[in-house]
């Protein structure tokens, strides 16, 4: 008899997370949706169950400590004990430096590392006993820095320092970590920058793909394989990596 993992996805309700917890459905997991509001997160779970899956929507703020132990305590004892993480929840608060305020920069910092630290504290136990895990952290091509955004290419380089030490730590347990960093990919969060800065969704998406080697814009779908990947039994020697998603060498 085979045995399903649970899978736990940060940020699930919408976007890349919720590509990603569809893909890992597909892949045979069960599957933790994981949002700031629990009923957000339900559609996602029907759309799981409806093609046969076993999914749970959990409401949490990845930020409170509380919050973050409550919520993997419920997902193992009503889903199974978590093998496979990924720390996808975050947020922008972007201004250029002069103008951003210690709110802003707090905001953003909290939800993408002290989140993916809770996250990953509270699940790592489950994986190291399993003797077999998977941490998979979004980090972003906003690593490498990108104006307006001081504090989300901060808290993205920081993840990628972050995944790289835990695939030091967790290695010999069977664990791995790795990191995603998507370039432009369609989602609410890139429209909402095109309504910010003035321009239509598709004129703001043909100027990205412009750039970009391959000629298009990521989709959801994208990073999600890539998910799929590092999630999977045969990725288990490759750790500590970080994967830019971003359609060439750099965004």
Not at 60 to 75: C, G
Not at 84 to 102: C, E, H, P, S, Y
């Amino acid at each position: 008899m085979t045995v399903t993992r649970t899978a736990v996805v940060t940020g699930a309700a919408r976007g890349i997370g919720a590509a990603v917890a569809k893909r890992l459905a597909r892949d045979g997991f069960a599957v933790a949706v994981v949002d700031l509001d629990e009923a957000a997160g339900k559609p996602v779970v029907e759309e799981i169950q409806a093609g046969g899956g076993r999914a749970l929507a959990v409401g949490a703020n990845v930020a409170d400590e509380r919050a973050v132990q409550a919520a993997v305590d419920r997902i193992a004892e009503e889903l199974g004990e978590p093998t496979v993480l990924v720390n996808n929840a975050g947020i922008t608060r972007d201004n250029l430096l002069f103008k951003m305020t210690a709110d802003d920069w707090d905001a953003v910092l909290n939800v993408h590392l002290r989140g993916s630290f809770l996250m990953s504290r509270a699940v790592q136990g489950y994986m190291t006993k399993a003797g077999w895990g998977r941490i998979v952290n979004l980090s972003s091509t906003s690593a490498l820095g990108n104006r307006g955004q001081a504090n989300y290419a901060a808290a993205k380089a920081g993840l990628q320092g972050f995944t790289k030490t835990l695939a030091l730590e967790l290695g010999k347990f069977g664990v791995t970590a790795n990191a995603i960093a998507p370039g432009f990919i369609e989602t609410e969060m890139t429209a909402a920058t095109a309504a910010r800065v003035g321009m239509a969704f598709d004129d703001f998406k043909k100027a990205a793909a412009a750039q970009i080697p391959v000629a298009r814009t990521g989709t959801p779908a994208d990073i999600a394989h890539a998910v799929s990947f590092f999630a999977s039994e045969g990725a288990g020697f490759v750790s500590g990596q970080v994967l830019y998603v971003a359609g060439g060498p750099k965004a």
